[in-house]
């Protein structure tokens, strides 16, 4: 049996041999130094274009209303929608290099203030900016194509070497066809015999099984934690609307397993002013969801970086805590967490932690 040997692999600090028949190279930006460790000289199959985006308070986007500008005066698109309570606004779309922490720059946060300005009766402030960043998009070209020219936005699949099976580019919306193709190419790539077809067209996401719109009510009734009132007595509390929602929403059937944490394990607390994430999300998510940094907590388990740079800032102390106790961190783990979450956060440009001028910051 031929096999490809994945070394040194590392998970939580410790490092293992691993084995496979085939890989599949879905590093996104970052898959041109994967193929650079099969062969040297690669040819790059990424073109990284920036898009930056920029969160707003939730009066930009009222009753659920955002605005599309299919052409711009200078034939971009803008769009400012509704998200997660908050207001959405974005993009561009430049050429750039690929870094593990890209940053929007100034000019291009203000296109898209000046851009969406020109469609409203009200000015767009910088300094309502809660959240700004900058991602790669891993625009793709077809190693095997005739025309290496052409940049495509649909995904390219390719073997170029044996048993390495790089997909990228693409689309968030076609990842089901993306990883379809992926698993089609290392199923035949390293001769594999699957027992069934592909399903992945009609499978469900993880807590979408069973699911019901009107699941956040149940959420709510039968959340009991006993709380303190004002007079001392302890009396039941109720999970309030938005934080049922938000657990609905985001955990699917799964959310009744948060809301149990969060009865039984005393964290029902909100992990920052207005925003529905309660501490329990940290410690389910680090037992279910292999959450085992606060960048990952902040970013990706729950979107508060990108929805509020300034208090995912002020949550963080708190998330740390938590995963210190669910992954026995010692206090220079919890140090090293803190430092990195916080130069994570040095790349978001909200109004508090950008150099701008308008006429009030300095
Ligand atoms: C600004 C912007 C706007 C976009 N807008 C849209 C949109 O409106 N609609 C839409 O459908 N799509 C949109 N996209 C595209 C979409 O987000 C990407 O196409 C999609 O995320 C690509 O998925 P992926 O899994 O290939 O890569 P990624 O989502 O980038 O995932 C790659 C993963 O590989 C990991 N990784 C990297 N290097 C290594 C390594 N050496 N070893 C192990 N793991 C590694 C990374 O940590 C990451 O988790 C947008 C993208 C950007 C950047």
């Known amino acids: 049996m031929c096999c490809t040997r994945l070394s040194p692999c590392s998970y939580n600090g410790q490092e293992f041999d691993a084995y496979a028949k085939v890989v599949v190279n879905a590093a996104g930006p970052f898959c041109d130094s994967v193929r650079k460790m099969a062969n040297k000289d690669a040819l790059p199959m990424i073109c990284p274009s920036s898009g930056v985006h920029i969160v707003l308070p939730d009066y930009y986007s009222p009753d659920g209303m955002g605005l599309i500008v299919p052409k711009t005066k200078d034939g971009r698109v803008v769009f400012m929608l509704p998200w997660l309570g ?88 076609t990842y089901r066809s993306m990883a379809e193709d992926a698993v089609n190419a290392a199923i035949k790539s390293g001769k594999l015999s699957p027992s069934n077809e592909c399903i992945t067209s009609n499978l469900r996401l993880i807590g979408g099984d069973g699911w019901e719109p009107s699941l956040f009510t149940v959420l709510a009734q039968q959340y009991v934690r006993m709380k303190k009132s004002d007079g001392g007595k302890v009396v039941p509390g109720v999970m309030d609307t938005a934080a049922a929602k938000h657990l609905s929403r985001a955990y699917g059937t799964l959310a009744e397993r948060v809301a149990t944490i969060a009865q039984n394990e005393n964290l029902g607390k909100r992990l920052a002013h207005g925003y529905p994430y309660l501490e329990a999300e940290v410690a389910y998510c680090a037992r279910n969801e292999y959450c085992e940094s606060a960048v990952d907590f902040i970013a990706r388990r729950s979107r508060l970086a990108f929805l509020d740079t300034d208090a995912a800032s002020h949550a963080l102390p708190r998330i740390i805590e938590i995963l210190a106790t669910e992954h026995n961190w010692d206090k220079s783990r919890q140090k090293e967490e803190i430092q990195k979450a916080k130069e994570f956060l040095e790349t978001f440009k909200s109004s508090k932690n950008a150099h701008f001028h308008d006429g009030k910051h300095q």
Do not use: M
Request: proline share 7%; hydrophobic share 35%; charged share 25%.
């Open 86 to 173: 908050r207001t959405i606004a974005g993009t561009t779309d430049s050429s750039t290099s690929i870094t593990p922490l890209p940053e929007p720059n100034e000019n291009e946060i203000q296109f898209i203030l000046d851009a969406i300005c020109d469609y409203l009766n009200i000015k767009v402030r910088r300094t309502d900016v809660l959240s700004a960043w900058s991602g790669i998009r891993p625009l793709a070209v077809d190693p095997n194509a005739k025309n290496t020219e052409s940049i495509s936005r649909d995904h390219v699949v390719s073997e170029e070497y044996p048993g390495l099976v790089t997909i990228t580019g693409g689309k968030w919306t």
